[in-house]
């Protein structure tokens, strides 16, 4: 971190190594890794390090990458943007975040794919994939009919995301108990 211009990382494992070190580090490598990104020349290095930085194990400093895409001279440029709400939602910490910030600041996203609202309905979608409760079902069948319903309406990509939960609640349902006890069997659970 004292030479960041003098950086020994084979390229092959840049990606491996940013992440790992953001995800073990803190604010102060978090920090220092936007630093990095910021003055980036190169297109692949910018990429890397965007995606490490979505790497913390910190929620608020997820919650603060998630905040600082929508800063009015923010880094991180309009086309990244999708990318780090799923990357984030990637992360175990990240999945209710990123949710939750698509929620709160949904007017604003809205905004910024007003020309093509397909990649909003197809970001909702792959942060909603993994749902499997009946209670995330129901938070999303809400933020759907109360803040997204036109979005819904007309985006293939909704349907198929309620479609999804669906399947994942059914597939709970059916495979939560073999599992558990498949895991009591094998002396994984009590």
Known sequence: MDKPENNPIDVDLKSIV?????????????????????????????????????????????????????????????QDLDYVIRYVSGQTVGRPLAWQFIRARYTELEKKWETNPGSLATLIERVTGSFNTQFELEELQHFLDTKARKLAESQPAIRRAVSQVQANIQWMARSRPVLESFLRGSGFLQ
């Open 18 to 78: 940013y992440c790992n070190a953001i995800r073990n580090g803190g604010w102060d490598e978090w920090k220092f890794g936007l630093e990095m990104y910021k003055q980036a020349q190169v297109a692949s290095e910018k990429e890397e390090l965007f995606i490490a930085l979505t790497c913390a194990s910190e929620s608020w400093i997820l919650k603060y990458y998630l905040e600082l895409t929508l800063e009015e001279n923010s880094p991180i440029r309009l």
